[in-house]
């Protein structure tokens, strides 16, 4: 099992962007998923998370700015930022806990994508 995340790149303070993380591999089937972010000199935070059934959670910092949402059919996470900030500014990784076999599950992490936001 992958995730490739893609999506990420240099963008104005204000602007949007849409990231993708795609799954791949002998995929059962996906439960919840997420993304987490990585600044410089920071650890890793949680950004959005949403489940197998669609409930979304959003970091305070990117609540009304951000929106997660997945295509089960596609096998697909994405991250909608909108309004992005100076702050937004990191390395973006998606997550999520696969089952690869009906009897195995595991924790897996995309490769991350560099979102830098700057005028």
């Known amino acids: 099992v992958q995730l490739q995340a893609s999506g990420g790149g240099l963008m104005q303070p204000g602007g949007s962007l849409r990231l993708s993380c795609a799954a791949s591999?002998?995929?059962?089937?996906?439960?919840?998923m997420g993304w987490y972010r990585q600044a410089p000199g920071k650890q890793r935070e949680s950004v959005a998370r949403?489940?197998?059934?669609?409930?979304?959670y959003y970091a305070d910092s990117v609540q009304g700015r951000f929106a997660i949402s997945r295509d089960s059919a596609k096998n697909t996470l994405y991250l909608e930022m909108n309004d992005l900030k100076p702050e937004d500014t990191a390395v973006y990784y998606c997550?999520?806990?696969?089952?690869?076999?009906?009897?195995?599950?595991?924790?897996?992490w995309g490769q991350g994508t560099q979102v830098t936001v700057s005028s």
């Open positions: 997550n999520g806990y696969i089952k690869p076999t009906s009897r195995t599950i595991g924790d897996y």
């Open positions: 949403i489940t197998a059934a669609g409930s979304a």
């Open positions: 591999g002998s995929i059962f089937s996906i439960g919840a």
